[in-house]
């Protein structure tokens, strides 16, 4: 999705104070390089996709939205919508965003896979 109307979106403030702790906790946590630049990635794209919106007010139906544009829009794959689902399940689920929000309202990876399937 390199260059494409969502990646030329500005990120708010809020935004990146969140991704750079999803990358502290990420280094903590002590996950490899590939899968911190994958999900600050993923996370920045979904930021700026919501770049009206405070990151604490993103909900379930807003990354099901997103999941659906970049498939629809973008014809992405089902590996990409893996990707994002594994990030935004870390980001909500094991980062200090959970204080945010309750965990079980987040998106599973299965039910990705299960929606993509029956599309």
Known sequence: ????????????????????????????????????????????????FYEAQDVESITQADIEKYILHIKKVHLVGRAKCRSVAQACSFFFKKSNAVRLHSAEQFISQEA??????YE
């Open 112 to 117: 990705i896979c299960f929606t993509q399937h």
């Open 1 to 48: 999705m390199k260059g494409n109307a969502i990646s030329r979106n500005k990120l708010s403030v809020n935004a990146l104070d969140w991704l750079r702790q999803l990358e502290q906790t990420l280094v903590i946590k002590e996950y490899g390089p590939g899968t911190i630049r994958s999900y600050v990635q993923e996370m920045t794209l979904l930021f700026k």
